[in-house]
């Protein structure tokens, strides 16, 4: 027997060292077997320290059952009072829905004849209230849109009908509205000025079409109630004209009004945004500022020309009427070339007054060749300016995309102007080398005239 039992000693040896050393592995603080008999010694504490645990788990699993069925109990207690508390809403709710039917019923039959005014009713003072929130009349008459939002509220939640005088106070302020339309009135506001102050002055409506004050247009701002002038003001005219209105007391004046809406006007609007000639003459920048500097030389040059030729045409005028040649004038030049030359020969005279006529005419003619390079390089700069700006345009299309029209349409007409500007140049300047070209083409008319009248006296005097 003690060879047999030696056998399964060594065999549970066998088994369970590898236990021990994984054990060992995961708790090196354990203490280590140094026999056969203290192994088994502790295989027994081993399984003693188990059993204790597993009891110790069994306990806390029946407590956490114990704990999750009362829970369970707790949650069907509290849905069974939800479902009960749900039924008596339902029919808390039917009651209700069967209350309102019979209410409605009986408003619908106290109504009567009376429901299809009451919706006009309803929709006449929705328009009622959004034409005076937006009416300068109401610059005039603050707060008459109050009792509209009050009298809508409680028409829309069919609480209660509307009495008789609030009826006729809706009709007071249509008929209100209608006639102070026709109206020009005066009355004193706060006005904001294009500074930013505060102003205390007298305004001057003219119907729902425009305010004016100080001989300046304002603008109304229905959000705020208040009145402000415009950043720009139209021209001086339009403004003089303004003025004089809200100084006259009686009788008729002339003045400027914008029809086109009744909070201040998209016309006038559209007519202060619009740049004057001043602002499009500085769109043109550098390009444009070139074109003008030309087109003024241009203008100087041929008011010069004509001051000058007007000089020349008053003397030749002077030498015709006189027998004696003078030399302060072209004519007088020339008819001392005949007069000193009479021994000559026709030919040869008709050579000397001819050639005298070509010393003449560099003086008369100085300046028209400048005059007609200007006509024709002007309008040439004016599309050196397009096709710059609108490489910029471009460009910027090309950064920003085309979401705003408005930009590119300004930027396109920024580049307009200096081909306006270049014909603007080109044109008059034109006309006065045609104007200034015909003055100096009479005096060398005159010249010839008279050369081909000495040539002819000389040849029928030999």
Aim: hydrophobic fraction near 45%; charge should be neutral; aromatic fraction near 4%.
């Amino acid at each position: 027997m003690k060879p047999l039992l030696l056998i399964r000693v060594l065999l549970c040896s066998t088994l369970l060292l590898p236990l021990a050393a994984a054990v060992q592995a995961q708790e090196p603080q354990q203490p280590q077997a140094a026999s056969l008999d203290e192994l088994l010694q502790l295989v027994k504490e081993a399984r003693v320290a188990e059993s204790r645990e597993q009891a110790a788990r069994e306990a806390e699993f029946k407590r956490d059952k114990a704990q999750r069925a009362k829970l369970l109990q707790q949650a069907q207690a509290i849905r069974a009072a939800a479902e009960q508390r749900s039924e008596q809403l339902e029919k808390a709710f039917a009651d209700n829905e069967r209350q309102i039917a019979a209410l409605q019923e009986q408003l619908q039959n106290r109504l009567g004849s009376l429901k299809e005014m009451f919706g006009h009713l309803t929709a006449a003072a929705g328009d009622a209230r959004t034409t005076l929130n937006h009416s300068l009349v109401s610059a005039q008459y603050p707060g008459r849109t109050a009792f509209l939002d009050e009298l809508i509220e409680r028409m829309s939640g069919n609480t209660r009908l509307p009495s008789l005088s609030e009826i006729e106070r809706l009709w007071y302020e249509i008929e209100r509205e209608m006639i102070e339309g026709g109206r020009v009135a005066s009355f004193p506001a706060t006005v904001v000025k294009a500074d930013g102050e505060q102003a205390r002055q007298q305004v001057v409506r003219v119907g729902v079409f425009n305010l004016l004050s100080d001989g300046a247009y304002l603008s109304y701002r229905p959000e705020s109630g208040t009145l402000a002038e415009l950043a720009r003001q139209p021209g001086g005219a339009v403004t003089r004209a303004a003025g004089q209105l809200q100084a006259s007391s009686e009788g008729f004046t002339r003045t400027a009004i914008d029809p086109t809406g009744p909070s201040g006007g998209a016309l006038l609007a559209a007519l202060v945004d619009s740049p004057s000639w001043l602002e499009r003459w500085h769109q043109g920048g550098s390009i444009g500022y070139l074109i003008t500097a030309v087109g003024l030389a241009a203008l100087l040059l041929a008011l010069w020309r004509l001051l000058v030729l007007a000089g020349v045409s008053r003397r030749v005028n002077t030498q015709l009427a006189s027998d004696s040649p003078s030399g302060d004038n072209p004519l007088g030049r020339v008819l001392k070339i005949g007069q000193d030359n009479r021994a000559m020969d026709a030919e040869s005279l008709e050579l000397k007054l001819h050639e005298q006529v070509l010393k003449e005419r560099p003086a008369i003619e100085a300046g028209l060749n400048l005059l007609k390079i200007i006509a024709m390089v002007a309008p040439l700069m004016g599309l050196l300016g397009t096709v710059t700006g609108m490489i910029v345009t471009f460009q910027s299309i090309t950064l920003f995309g085309t979401g705003d029209p408005k930009t590119m349409a300004g930027g396109i007409s920024a580049a307009l102007v200096t081909t306006v500007l270049g014909l603007c140049v080109a044109i008059p300047v034109v006309l006065l080398h045609t104007f200034v070209n015909s003055r100096a083409q009479r005096v060398l008319h005159i010249l010839e005239e008279q050369t081909a009248g000495i040539v002819a006296e000389q040849a029928e005097a030999r």
